[in-house]
């Protein structure tokens, strides 16, 4: 298996095997939540990460793309003395590639390129209701520190 960040000739096989349907997965979970806007979906090209020198996406390929990490790194809050954070912000793996070890390889590959721009610990959010998911980061190391409540106004 590969891991590296998808070259621009890649990227609408990635939008079309791993992120639409990482996107799909979050709106069938939750969809009041997850309630997808339609152009943006079509829309959607990888720019916002590999377009942007604080963000970045991994793809594992093997030989195609079966999984996806993305996310970026960002300051702490000016009132707290930690460094930086590396964030997270998307992580899916094709299911007949599940439990094959992936999703912990696309971690370790973000994680190491938020180290190497100086993040002190990395975070993420996880739906409460993914039980996979949350064993997943449970093993990895990840601790809950936040709960993250919400109601409609």
Known sequence: MD????????????????LRPAYRDAEARDPAFSDLAEDAVAAEDCSRWLDDDARTMFVAYDPGPVGFVSGGVAD???LYSRGQR???DGLYVVGDRRR???AGRLLEE???WGRDRGAEY???SVHVDNDAANAFYR???FDVKFRSLRREL
């Open 122 to 124: 990395v975070s993420l």
């Open 100 to 102: 094959e070890g992936v």
């Open 76 to 78: 702490s809050p000016a």
């Open 86 to 88: 590396c964030y997270v």
């Open 3 to 18: 891991v590296r960040v998808p070259s621009d000739s890649e990227r609408a096989a990635v939008v079309d095997r791993l």
């Open 139 to 141: 093993s990895q190391g």
């Open 110 to 112: 973000l994680s190491a």
